[in-house]
């Protein structure tokens, strides 16, 4: 299964009256990249969760407020 960037996705919206695409095969072609993005951020979740445990939730606070100048 082919795996469509945000970019082409939009360009089809755009384009939609103007071409052959089906409804429906570009809804879920949609709701493929959400829950694509929904596994990613849950992933990147869990590991921000696990480092926070191993290093600390107050010592990454603190480095993160570091960085705001």
């Known amino acids: 299964m082919k795996y469509y960037t945000d970019d082409e996705l939009i360009e089809m919206v755009e384009f ?5 695409i089906d409804s429906n095969w ?3 072609r949609i709701r493929d990249r959400f829950e694509q993005k929904e596994k990613r951020s849950s992933r990147l979740m869990q590991r921000v ?8 939730h107050q010592f990454i606070t603190d480095l993160v407020e570091e960085e705001q100048y």
């Open 49 to 56: 969760d696990v480092a926070a445990n191993y290093l600390g």
């Open 26 to 28: 570009l809804a879920n």
């Open 16 to 20: 939609y009256g103007e071409t052959s």
